[in-house]
């Protein structure tokens, strides 16, 4: 049967490591699926700090063995080729899901070939670009608050940063299952966030969190050491054995001897593109249950003006990226 799909696509790719200019709108060859992936046109994209961390020369940057190189983790889009003629995702199907940049090439992109185990149908009360915004921050979020520090009934949880794009999602999922949730935010997010579910929201910017709070069961970290020794800051209000889960890249060295002398639990956390999870996800986004912010969305061309933006680090939400019509 005759391909009628495009031979190239529109991508925004990076040839070296640098600042948001080093990103540039391009085409490319579009790619051709194999084995078991599905071959997704791409709507929307997600944008997210580990983009801007590898572009800049850190992050995933080690791991990239050839360039140009096509960032963004987070796709929302449709099916135009499936594995097998009896696959349920099936061409025309909205899925969303998430890559693994730069083992693969990511989602800044007309066309992605991604494993059928890395996607999910979208969720259908979302947009593409509302479901871009979702699979690795809520991935990141679910398995640091459900699968590690296992959010129950009656847990006291701190989660920094409540406000960003796996913060927002950490504060929902701990409070859906429980925990009573304290956010580290600004003061001009303190409403938004106790709509999220936090019981209590400390102003960053005008108190020391770890002179007004009573000790807790967990902490969410995610900020690390970068900002004011905010991770080694939030061992003393972690109770004996309890548990500190620390997401970004780099940003605690010296996690667990810190730990291990403050006699407390800590580990890092890596996010997989875990489909089956996403669907459960999927569920409680469709119910209701959780919400995704999205605060701005830039086409695909201004891609660098979206790197720009998260590394103001000012950003409530997630910020996406429209790629094509659907």
Known sequence: MHDTKPSTMRAMTM??????????????ARPIRTNAEVLVRVVAAGVNPIDVKTRAGRGGFPAIQSFP???GND??????????EAHPLQPGTEVYGMTTVPRVQGAYAEYLSVSELSLVRKPATLSHVEAAAVPLAALTAWGMVVETARAHEGQRMLIHAGAGGVGHFAVQFASYFGAHVIATGSAQ????LRSLGAAEVIDYTAVRFEEELAPVDAVIDLIGNVSDDTATRSLKVLRPGGIIVNAPTGSWPTLA??????????????????????????????????RVAVE?????????????????GHTRGKIVLHVAEN
């Open 15 to 28: 040839s070296q490591s640098g600042d948001a200019g080093v990103l540039e709108l391009t085409e490319l």
């Open 69 to 71: 190189v096509v960032l």
């Open 75 to 84: 796709f929302s889009g449709v099916v135009v080729e499936a594995p097998y």
């Open 189 to 192: 997010n303190a409403d938004w």
């Open 257 to 290: 001897e810190d730990c291990e002398a403050a006699g407390v639990r800590g580990t890092g956390y890596r996010v997989s593109p875990n489909g089956a999870t996403l669907a459960v996800i999927s569920r409680l986004l469709d119910s209701g249950d959780v």
């Open 296 to 312: 701005q969305v830039f086409d695909l061309a201004e891609a660098p003006a979206a790197h720009r933006q998260i590394e103001s």
